[in-house]
């Protein structure tokens, strides 16, 4: 069974995008498509960025664990909300850290907002600098609009059934790409 890592993204006090990380770990559980487990930016709490994880003399205990559980992790989604069209620093911030880790990872972008567009601005920059430091990047979406009327905090979704019909599609394509990266 593969092993998903979940990057929740958002630091911001009364996040809400945290929970859509809580319903994909629950649904990839739930449904035995993975393990999964949730990286959370808000708890790593990594510094600015002063220098890439090989440049850096002394990293910190969990600069280096976060670099191993990307590096292990078969696939990963983005739980990414939009601030002003783009992606929080937060995101930016422990993309750079890393390089060889990111290399040919299959990744799924979840895009968040409080509007009805569901962050899909922060989606196109994201998928530029994933494809850029050589990520692959998976083509369904899985944007949230509303998103504090579509889930609630134990990341349960307010419409279930409508809600797990597009998670199963947007992971279907995530699990394929794991598959076809396993073979080779
Ligand atoms: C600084 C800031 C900028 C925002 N800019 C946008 C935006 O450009 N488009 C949008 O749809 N929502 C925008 N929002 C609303 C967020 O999408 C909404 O607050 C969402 O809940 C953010 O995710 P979070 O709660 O996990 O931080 C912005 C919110 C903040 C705090």
Redesign the pocket.
Known sequence: MPHIAIIS??V?I?????NVALYFKNYLENNNLSTAEILDLKEYKFPIFEGTLKTLIDPAENVLEYAAKIKSADGIIIVT??????F?ASLKNAVDLLYDEWQGKPISIST????????A??LVSLQFILWKIGAYTVTNMFPV?N??KSFDDKGNALDKIATDKLAKVFLSELIESIEANKQG
């Open positions: 993204s958002s911001r009364e996040r809400k995008s945290h909300p939009e601030y002003n069209g783009g929080p968040v907002s409080a509007g009805i567009f569901g962050g601005q922060a609009p998103v504090s």
